[in-house]
């Protein structure tokens, strides 16, 4: 064989050695997140005992996603199930067969919404503890009292996995899957709000919007739009009764349904003090040029 073409040989099966040896270190490293473990102070909370915690936990619960991912019986559910990616489900959180009541105390499940930490200290995926961390203390109870009151659902979901592609993923962007690696997990959290139609308990209801669109407000590429009040990509030319449809019927004032991704139904149970609320604090918010709608959002 001439020397050129043996050189080009000896190249090619050097760039696959590399390929392949970095690929497997790459797959190895991706999957250790899943046994990360990371040491969380327990917080000093107290059980919430007075009228209407079990309403207002429901409630919250509902608003705030807990049901549409864990089903509105919080029996769980296959959120993913693809092997090259992951097999991912949100767990069954009632006391019945394959149940993680028993697993939590209060103090863990504290760490759970607000640190995106498990009951083990491992990591939750995608659990959006970053959009959640600005939760009240007497809200998390009130979210606790309202899971510990329901029924048990046997329903044993499936356990996490990764796979190749979702190891690659981890590598890369581990924020994106697990939240609890890029939270600030020193912040001070309030010990209650003052519920009420102002921009301050809007303000409060919105730190679950800034997942989707941008913590300014002014949206992300590829998912929230902008929800300043900037006259051409934002909410400038909308009324409150605009945004009160989008919210409630999940239509723009064009009639147009908004993307999928809005998860407008579970905004639709607020009440109207709620939704008037939120739409007075998007009005104290600088308008930013951001993200435009689409048609589709």
Not at 13 to 35: E, N, Q
Not at 112 to 134: K, T
Not at 214 to 238: E, F, H, I, S, V
């Amino acid at each position: 064989m001439p020397k050129p073409f043996r050189v080009v040989i000896l190249v090619i099966i050097a760039v696959v050695l590399i390929v392949v040896l970095g690929g497997g270190t790459a797959f190895l490293l991706g999957g250790r997140i899943l046994s990360r473990t990371l040491d969380i102070p327990d917080e000093q909370l107290s059980a919430a005992t007075s009228p209407g915690t079990v309403t207002r936990g429901a409630h919250l619960a509902t608003i705030w996603g807990c049901t549409d991912c864990h089903t509105a019986n919080l029996g769980g559910q296959v959120l993913i199930d693809e092997p090259r990616f992951a097999r991912l489900a949100a767990p069954n959180l009632t006391a019945g067969i394959g149940g993680l009541t028993a697993q939590y105390a209060l103090t863990t499940f504290e760490k759970a919404i607000r640190h995106g930490v498990g009951w083990n200290g491992r990591l939750l995926m995608v659990m959006p503890s970053m959009d959640y961390q600005h939760i009240t203390d007497e809200d998390i109870a009130a979210l606790f009292a309202y899971l510990k009151s329901m029924p048990p659902v046997d329903n044993d979901v499936v356990a996490r996995e990764l796979g190749p592609m979702g190891r690659f993923a981890s590598l890369m962007s581990s924020a994106e899957l697990f939240p609890g690696s890029a939270i600030q997990h020193d912040i001070v959290h309030l010990d209650r709000v003052e519920v009420g139609m102002t921009a301050e308990y809007g303000g409060y209801l919105a730190g679950i919007c800034g997942g989707c669109h941008g913590k300014d407000y002014a949206g992300r590429d590829g998912n929230g739009p902008n929800l300043t009040r900037d006259p051409d990509t934002g909410l400038g030319g909308w009324s409150y009764d605009d945004f009160a449809r989008a919210v409630r019927q999940g239509r723009r004032p064009d009639g147009a349904v908004l993307d999928s991704a809005m998860p407008w139904y579970a905004f639709s149970t607020m009440t109207e003090d709620e939704i008037e609320a939120l739409w007075m604090y998007l009005e104290r918010i600088e308008p930013k040029p951001g993200v435009a709608r689409t048609g589709s959002q």
